[in-house]
């Protein structure tokens, strides 16, 4: 028996209270890859109806059509998925705490958002899941962090894993270190089209065409992730095999080791997790006022 079918995901309602950019990833990866039928998906927002449309549209999944409310949607949720922004969550709970109840479980994809700050805006304590995903959920490939409030039983951690792991991979970790994973793999995939960028320049300044050295890029990327996972070796010692002495990489790379490259990678992984400490401390203090 799966995991998925050992956690009874086909028979729940999943609900998406925020419908942008991760939602989407997340429900994609779900349909895509077949563990629920999109019927039992629904996809909420605040006020953008046309979006709604376009998701309805495109997945098949569950919307308010014109003069229903997200009232029943919630209430009938096994699983209610929050993904707005964070500036928007407190407003969102606040709006929605009427219609839960204690036995849904409460899954966050929310940056900074605590375990202790979703508890003081519901008034009590619940069964939460505090994820930081990706957007390669998308294709199957994203990378989680998760951590269960107390009151989250053993048959629902199973199944968030199940979830969660049917669009990549999963790691659970202590909330405390939510931050450093958004940090490394929930802004992650930024850092490296931002790099896939730059590669993209300097693919246009040495004169291939666009679409070559997009090719060229791409599979650079993906063999190099690959390679990294697939011969277990260290990405130092696969880097230390590209370069001979004295060659093109060593030039490179020298002029990479000028411009900081590693320390502002790190500086930037680790400005990343204290943002995501900045917009959780935002939200406990609007909490507070
Ligand atoms: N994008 C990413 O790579 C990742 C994002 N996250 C987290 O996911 C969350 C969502 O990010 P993202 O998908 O990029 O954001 P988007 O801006 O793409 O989507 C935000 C969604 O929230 C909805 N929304 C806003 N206010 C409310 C409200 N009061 N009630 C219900 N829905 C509301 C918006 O609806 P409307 O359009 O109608 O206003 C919109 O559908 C963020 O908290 C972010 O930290 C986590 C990991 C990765
Ligand atoms: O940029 C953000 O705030 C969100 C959280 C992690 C990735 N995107």
Redesign the pocket.
């Given at each position: 028996m799966s995991l998925l079918t050992q956690a009874g995901i086909s028979s729940l309602q999943l609900c998406f209270?925020?419908?942008?950019?991760?939602?989407?990833?997340i429900v994609r990866g779900l349909i895509n890859e077949k563990l629920v039928e999109p019927g039992r998906i629904s996809?909420?927002?605040?006020?953008?109806?046309d979006?709604?449309a376009e998701l309805h549209d495109r997945y098949g999944v569950q919307t308010v059509v014109q003069g229903s409310s997200?009232e029943a949607y919630l209430r009938e949720a096994d699983i209610i998925f929050?993904?707005?922004?964070?500036k928007?969550?407190a407003?969102?709970l606040s709006?929605?705490k009427p219609y839960l109840s204690p036995k849904q479980l409460i899954v966050?994809?929310?940056?900074?958002?605590s375990i202790n700050s979703i508890e003081r805006l519901l008034g009590r304590e619940a069964a939460i899941v505090r994820?930081?995903?990706?957007?390669s959920s998308t294709i199957g490939l994203g990378a989680t962090g998760i951590s269960y409030s107390e009151s989250v039983t053993p048959q629902q951690r199973l199944l968030t894993e199940a979830i969660m792991g049917s669009v990549g991979i999963n790691a659970v970790v202590d909330e405390s270190l939510q931050e450093a994973v958004?940090g490394v793999s929930?802004?992650g995939?930024?850092y490296v089209y931002y790099f896939m960028e730059a590669m993209l320049e300097a693919a246009s300044q040495l004169g291939l065409t666009r679409e070559s050295a997009k090719e060229l890029v791409v599979q650079t990327v993906l063999g190099a992730a690959e390679m990294v996972r697939t011969t277990g070796e260290e990405p130092a010692e696969l880097r230390r095999k590209v370069t001979s002495p004295n060659g093109t990489t060593q030039a490179a790379l020298e002029v990479m080791d000028e411009g900081l490259f590693a320390e502002t990678v790190v500086k930037a992984a680790r400005r990343s997790a204290e943002r995501?400490g900045e917009?959780g401390e935002a939200i406990e203090r609007s909490i507070n006022e």
């Open positions: 209270y925020g419908a942008g950019s991760m939602a989407e990833a996809m909420l927002n605040k006020q953008n109806r979006r709604l997200n929050l993904a707005m922004k964070p928007d969550a407003a969102a709006s929605i966050s994809v929310i940056a900074g958002l994820t930081m995903p990706n957007t958004t929930g802004s995939p930024a995501a917009l």
